[in-house]
């Protein structure tokens, strides 16, 4: 599935790393910034997290709750939150359902591994439609904060 521009976001709920079921519907009313990433403890996930963490109050500053998710259990997205001190919410998909809504999910990875989450970044607005979506082949690639943060300011404006 290809997520457009201006649809409803697929609604989803998935446990955080403290155990709790988190809804997208839970954050209305607030804009999202919802980071697909293929492994916890892996270089390029962890530079592209902490970079979101080191500027979480540019997040806060434009209503946006930023929401990681990739297809580790609870237990090791908990371990990661913990050692990288993330202050935002990591999501276990761990069945793969809500990555393969947003076709956010490799058939094939690395080391013959099959669905695993591609590095995406998708921006929902306040009323639940995306307004911003970069699904990346390329593991090694960083999202476009620039264009995601441009996208974030223009919604508040």
């Not at 699904?135 to 090694?140: F, R």
Request: net charge negative; glycine share 6%.
């Amino acid at each position: 599935m290809i997520i457009e521009i201006g649809q409803q976001a697929p609604e989803f709920s998935l446990h955080d790393s403290d155990k709790n079921k988190v809804s997208l519907s839970d954050f209305k009313g607030k804009n999202i910034l919802l980071l697909f990433f293929p492994q916890a403890f892996t270089g390029v996930c962890t530079k592209e997290l902490c970079t979101v963490r080191d500027d979480i109050s540019r997040y806060s500053n434009v209503n946006a709750q930023v929401l990681g998710i990739s297809v580790d259990s609870v237990f090791t997205l908990g371990k990661y939150k913990e050692e990288q001190q993330f202050n935002f919410p990591l999501l276990s998909d761990f069945n793969k359902d809500v990555s393969a809504a947003y076709g956010s999910l490799y058939t094939e990875w690395i080391l013959d591994m099959k669905g695993v989450s591609k590095r995406s970044a998708f921006v929902i607005n306040k009323d639940g439609k995306v307004c911003y979506a970069e699904v990346l082949e390329s593991a090694g690639d960083m999202p476009d904060f620039k264009a995601i943060n441009e996208k974030l300011d223009s919604l508040n404006v």
